[in-house]
């Protein structure tokens, strides 16, 4: 009897699991269906995991006439530059406030602890009236250069650099290398799975911001995928529902963060990887 009791305990783990990952996954599959659903199935039966009539009208809707091609172009420019410059600029930063001794570095990277606490919210006006004055407003260096800089990058890369043995950095510098020799093609190599941290979160952030991107353009041709999609969420093609369309835009939204996390995902757990004993 005790042992059918233990044997029970045992999987109940996996049962409360099952019934989480189902409670998670449920909305995707429903989405996933729905767009290959006709408006009215839909719209009649909005939860329905069978597809009666199999359509794929939804998604040539999307790519033939409205602007959705636009809005992917838009968002892989953006979120491509964003995520390779702020990965080399935290870096930067996160190596200086590790290991370079100056005067003041305490209370710099007090800043930038205070600096995580600070709701994006609101620094959304300041931000706009900064754009705007350096004359960057409506354009890609006003939607690229201001999400550069990331406080909770500089502070993952600091923990991390702080983590590598300093002997290997000595070595270097009795052969002679310099201080960006060093972090160039010694330490930035040994910190890949916090680059690639750094990376996934970069590329994620960015992929799906839509505030700063309301405040620092205003032109149609700048549209990224967030404020298409919103737009669409919102009646942009059509009167009526139109339930496929707004789910075929966001899963097909979804695709490239999905792919860059699963490319990625084992780097990130491998947190040992490039250290050195000392």
């Given amino acids: 009897m005790n042992i059918r009791r233990e044997g029970v305990w045992a999987w109940a783990p996996f049962v409360v ?19 290959f659903r006709p408006d009215a199935d839909v719209v009649r039966e909005p939860l329905s995991l069978g597809i009666g009539t199999w359509t794929a009208a939804a998604y040539e809707r999307l790519f033939t006439r409205s602007d959705f091609p636009l809005w992917t ?4 420019i953006v979120t491509l530059s964003v995520t390779l410059g702020r990965v080399f600029f935290v870096s930067l930063a996160g190596y ?18 205070a600096i995580m606490a600070v709701p994006g919210v609101v620094l959304l006006i300041p931000k706009f009236l900064v754009i705007n004055q350096l ?32 002997a290997v ?25 916090a680059v690639m941290t750094i990376v996934i979160l970069s590329f994620q952030g960015s992929w799906n911001e839509l505030s700063h991107f309301i405040v620092s353009t205003q032109s149609t041709e700048l549209t990224t995928l967030t404020r298409g999609v919103a737009q669409l969420a919102s009646g942009q093609l059509s009167q009526g529902s139109q339930f ?3 789910l075929a835009a966001a899963l097909l939204m ?17 947190v040992g990887a490039g250290a050195v004993k000392e």
């Fill in 244 to 246: 496929p369309i707004k």
């Fill in 254 to 270: 979804t695709v490239p963060v999905a792919l860059v996390f699963f490319i990625f995902q084992k780097r990130i757990m491998n």
């Fill in 17 to 35: 699991l099952i019934v989480l990952a189902t409670i998670y996954i449920a909305p995707f599959l429903v989405q996933v269906v729905n767009s």
């Fill in 96 to 113: 200086a406030l590790a290991r370079i001794p100056f005067r003041g570095r305490g209370l710099v990277y007090a800043l930038f602890i």
């Fill in 73 to 76: 172009m838009n968002s892989f």
């Fill in 135 to 166: 004359g960057m407003y409506d354009s890609y260096s006003g939607m690229i250069i201001p999400l550069l800089a990331d406080a909770a990058g500089v502070f993952i890369m600091k923990n991390f650099f702080e983590s590598i043995p300093v």
């Fill in 169 to 193: 950095e000595e070595q270097a510098r009795i052969d002679g290398a310099g201080v960006f020799r060093i972090f160039w093609s010694i330490v930035l190599p040994m910190s890949l799975p």
